[in-house]
């Protein structure tokens, strides 16, 4: 056993019995979770070098380290894990799993936040004065772009007019 998910609530612990395991509200995942709010595939935990980690599967309601909403996180021993408002302490002795020295910092890596969040989702921003800002998608009855899409640097959309 590499550990064990306590609720904080009451009920019994659930045995931590392999190095991945699948949590969500299908029968195929290594542990169900019968609870509406939890998605089929919730999150995915990992044994890595003696520390467990967590990832969002895409959930719906998310997944929280400590009360934090989180997407991939290293999750150490006594913290608590909220999936989807359910509350769980994780409790596990990294030494017994393998651990040498100081926890490994945490996935995510600093210098996303050097990155500009467009930038980050492949979308072009006017850097020079002297250019038209770039707007893409369809215009809807009232003149306005709704959408915005990816586009190369050739391409320059115009503003809608718009009475003065």
């Avoid at 969500?24 to 595939?41: K, M, P, Q, T, Y």
């Avoid at 959930?59 to 989807?84: F, M, T």
């Avoid at 969040?117 to 250019?131: E, I, T, V, Y």
Wanted: overall charge neutral; charged content about 30%; proline content about 7%.
């Amino acid at each position: 056993m590499y550990g064990e998910l306590t609720p904080l609530g009451g009920g019994d612990p659930i045995p931590l019995l392999k190095k991945q395991l699948l949590i969500g509200r299908r029968e195929s995942c290594d542990i169900v979770l019968r609870f509406a709010n939890v998605s089929a595939h919730h999150c995915r935990l990992v044994l890595n070098g003696g520390y467990w980690y967590v990832r969002d599967m895409q959930s719906r309601n998310g997944v929280k380290v400590n009360g934090i909403r989180v997407q991939e996180k290293r999750v150490d021993p006594g913290d608590k894990l909220s999936i989807a408002k359910h509350d769980y302490e994780l409790i596990y002795s990294p030494a017994d799993l393998g651990a040498v020295g100081p926890p490994p910092a945490d996935d995510l890596p600093n210098e996303i936040m050097t990155e500009s969040l467009l930038s980050r989702a492949g979308l072009k921003s006017s850097d020079s004065k002297d250019r038209t800002p770039q707007y893409a998608g369809k215009k809807s009855a009232d003149g306005s772009f709704r959408r915005y899409d990816v586009m190369d640097d050739s391409e320059q959309l115009k503003m809608p007019d718009r009475p003065v």
